[in-house]
C-alpha cells in the first residue's frame, strides 16, 4: 500500500473530506460558510 486516503475531518460540520483534492471543506464550501463559524 503506497499511497492511502488521506481525510481531514472539518471542524465546522464534521464532514470528511481528502485535503489533496479540496482545499476546504466541501460542504461547508456549498453553504458559503467557508471557514467561518456558523454561530
Known amino acids: 500500500m503506497c499511497e492511502t486516503e488521506i ?7 464534521g464532514n470528511l473530506y481528502n485535503p489533496k483534492i479540496e482545499l476546504e471543506c ?3 464550501y456549498d453553504k ?8
Open 7 to 13: 481525510e481531514f475531518k472539518c471542524v465546522n460540520c
Open 26 to 28: 466541501p460542504e461547508c
Open 32 to 39: 458559503g460558510e467557508g471557514i467561518k463559524n456558523p454561530n
